[in-house]
């Protein structure tokens, strides 16, 4: 299972460094999961959530305790 996850971790940092001018956002969770983004999520939301869509263009929604780290990608 973790090559799995590390495979495709590393698939989407390559599909990031092809995206080129965006700002590629990396969010980690408490549990070590980690959402790339093609842009910095929004800010925690009045109902306490982060809402973003990861590289794919998937909405994705983050309970704001859930996450550890958002950090611009290098």
């Known amino acids: 299972m973790k090559i799995?996850?590390?495979g495709l971790s590393l698939a989407l940092v390559g599909c990031v460094a092809?995206?080129?001018c965006?700002?590629?956002t990396v969010v980690t969770?408490?549990?070590g999961t980690q959402y790339i983004t093609k842009d910095?999520?929004?800010t925690k939301s009045v109902d306490g959530f982060y809402e973003f869509k990861d590289i794919s263009g998937?909405?994705?929604r983050v309970r704001?305790?859930?996450v550890a780290t958002v950090k611009k990608e290098d």
């Open 64 to 66: 704001a305790d859930e």
């Open 58 to 60: 998937k909405p994705v």
């Open 18 to 20: 092809l995206a080129g």
């Open 29 to 31: 969770l408490q549990n």
């Open 4 to 6: 799995r996850g590390l």
């Open 40 to 42: 910095v999520p929004k």
């Open 22 to 24: 965006s700002t590629a």
